[in-house]
């Protein structure tokens, strides 16, 4: 069923997020190397699948097979030239999907870092950044609202805002950042610069994505929690994987990540959700967990 | 302050200009290239790697110190070159097939440059047949390979079958290094050692060519 954003935050309840994308395409046969974005096109059935599933699990943010649907991030892959078919081929995937659900489902459209450095770090100019999030977003025509994530600089947070209000300035916006770095983001953020950053930038919400686990996310939340008032969203990955055999598991079990959920939800999280390693299991026990626990939240606060 | 002090200063807080500068007034002051190599660039960029290894320097200013240590470094080549000053080493360097990280990769080259080695960047995405040619043709003595992704570190066990197919094994040091990878996959897969970091990989580097 067709929502928006700011409606699913004003039922004062606390709001489920999907899981991982790319661990699911790769356990679907995907094999490494290869940019997840194509699958859009090449095996719809199985992204929507993969939405559908998340949504049966209870999620009511699904969020766009796009994560490295920037011209930069494909051309590593030789595939820049394909940048606007994949994201449009994903937005019709999710919005099929969110828009039978029985209940209200929002669809993100996924951001994710181009993968090179900006100036002066790297050789990426502030300018090409601007430009290839502005065209990626443009293709994200008909998300609910732009999901910024897994970012670790600010500069190019910057870059991926300005870029979607320039494609679209009345769709919301929502950035986390990864903060696995002992406490910070790899170039250095700290929770607390984030969360200032963030909130002066306009987002609607806020948070961390990604990282070593649960236990990591947790403590980002506290800190971003004391310092703000904003709505936070917390996307843990289910740990790290380890290599049985041929295939690479995730130690965090559904149980571990329902336990994360009701924990990070008293630490100040209002979204809360999953990331890599995580299945439709995983968000079904989050969904679970946060069912059963009655705190009215008011503006991202509890009270 | 004597210019080599100033020099090391300058590269830890990542002041390319400066380095410069002080470079060409140490050189016009008669202080031999080599002097500047060992006393100020080499010292200032062990300081930045032990700055990161205790979690008070990022990537951005290791980045940034590293390129104000090349700036020195590009000035000195020239006097180097034909002297006394041979490289310590020759390293091949690559992220693994399957993998695109190469932050990680690229500032272990960078601290090997500082430290003296010699450095034949695979890039990215290299197959096991890369680092065969390289060691082939190119006398390396020192083949670096990362992966960030649990499921490509299984990459280099092949490249290190490869190049014992190729009867080329015994002719270099292997080291690894990369988030998931541990001491003990190094030993599972025959790798000669194995890094948790840039500066950890110079100082193992140099142990094992028996350089320190
Ligand atoms: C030879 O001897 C040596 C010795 C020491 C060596 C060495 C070699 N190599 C490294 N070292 C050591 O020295 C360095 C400096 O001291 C250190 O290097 P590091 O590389 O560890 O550290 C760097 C200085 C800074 N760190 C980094 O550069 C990596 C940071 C994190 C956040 C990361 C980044 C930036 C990226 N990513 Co990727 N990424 C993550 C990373 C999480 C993390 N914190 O590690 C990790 C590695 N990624 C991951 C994943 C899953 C992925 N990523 C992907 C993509 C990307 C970006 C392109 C967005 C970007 C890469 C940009 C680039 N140009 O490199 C995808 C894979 C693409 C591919 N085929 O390679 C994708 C699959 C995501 C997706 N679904 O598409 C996870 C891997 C999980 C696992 N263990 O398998 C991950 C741990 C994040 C997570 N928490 O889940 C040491 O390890």
């Known amino acids: 069923m067709k929502t928006t954003f700011a409606d699913l935050l004003a039922s004062g309840r606390p709001v489920v997020a999907d899981g991982g994308m790319g661990t699911m395409l790769f356990s679907a046969g995907m094999v490494r190397g290869h940019a997840p974005e194509s699958w859009n096109v090449e095996h719809p059935d199985i992204v929507r699948g993969i939405h559908a599933a998340y949504i049966q699990a209870g999620a009511q943010i699904i969020l766009t097979n796009t994560f490295g649907g920037n011209r930069i991030r494909l051309g590593m892959h030789k595939l820049a030239a394909r940048t606007c078919l994949f994201n449009t081929a994903a937005v019709q995937l999710a919005r099929s999907e969110a828009d039978a659900a029985a209940l209200p489902v929002v669809v993100g459209g996924s951001i994710g870092p181009t993968g090179a450095l900006l100036e002066p770090h790297g050789e990426l100019t502030l300018y090409e950044a601007v430009s290839a999030f502005e065209e990626q977003a443009l293709a994200l025509n008909g998300v609910d609202v732009f999901w910024i994530e897994t970012m670790s600089d600010l500069e190019e947070v910057r870059a991926a805002i300005t870029g979607c209000r320039k494609a679209n300035a009345d769709t919301p916006i929502v950035t986390t950042m990864t903060f696995d770095t002992n406490g910070r983001t790899m170039m250095g953020v700290k929770p607390e610069q984030a969360t200032e950053a963030l909130q002066n930038l306009g987002v609607i919400a806020l948070g961390a994505n990604c990282g070593n686990g649960p236990a990591e996310i947790e403590q980002v939340i506290e800190k971003m929690h004391r310092s703000s008032s904003a709505v936070l969203v917390a996307k843990a990955n289910a740990g790290l994987p380890h290599m049985h055999g041929d295939i690479a598991v995730y130690d965090a079990t559904p149980e571990v990540m329902a336990a994360y959920a009701s924990r990070v939800l008293g630490q100040g999280a209002r979204i809360i959700g999953a990331c890599c390693g995580s299945t439709p299991d995983h968000i079904r026990a989050i969904a679970n967990a946060l069912q059963n626990i009655d705190t009215p939240i008011k503006d991202g606060k509890h009270s | ?212």
Not at chain 2, 62 to 69: D, E, F, H, P, V
Not at chain 2, 164 to 193: C, H, M, N, S, Y
């Open chain 2, 1 to 212: 302050m004597e210019t080599l002090e100033i020099i090391r200063k300058a590269i830890i807080e990542g002041q390319a200009k400066q380095v410069e500068q002080e470079v060409k007034t140490a050189l016009d002051n008669g202080i031999k290239a080599s002097q500047i190599l060992y006393e100020a660039l080499i010292p200032a960029m062990a300081e930045v790697g032990r700055l990161y290894e205790e979690g008070e320097y990022f990537v951005p200013e290791m980045l940034i110190s590293a390129r104000a240590m090349k700036a020195g470094l590009g000035l000195l080549k020239p006097f180097l070159i034909g002297s006394d000053v041979k490289p310590v080493g020759k390293v091949a360097i690559a992220t693994v097939q399957g993998d695109l990280h190469d932050i990680g990769k690229n500032l272990v080259s960078l601290m090997m440059e500082g430290a003296g080695f010699e450095i034949v960047d695979l890039g990215v995405n290299a197959e096991p047949e890369k680092f065969v040619n390289a060691v082939r043709d190119q006398q390396v003595n020192v083949v670096a390979m990362s992966a960030l992704l649990t499921t490509t570190m299984t990459r280099m066990k092949d490249t290190i079958h490869a190049l014992q197919e190729a009867g080329l094994r015994d002719k270099v040091k292997i080291i690894i290094g990369g988030a998931p990878i541990t001491q003990a996959f190094a030993d599972e897969i025959g790798a000669d050692g194995y890094a948790s970091d840039a500066s950890q990989a110079v100082t193992l580097t140099k142990r094992l060519l028996a350089l320190s």
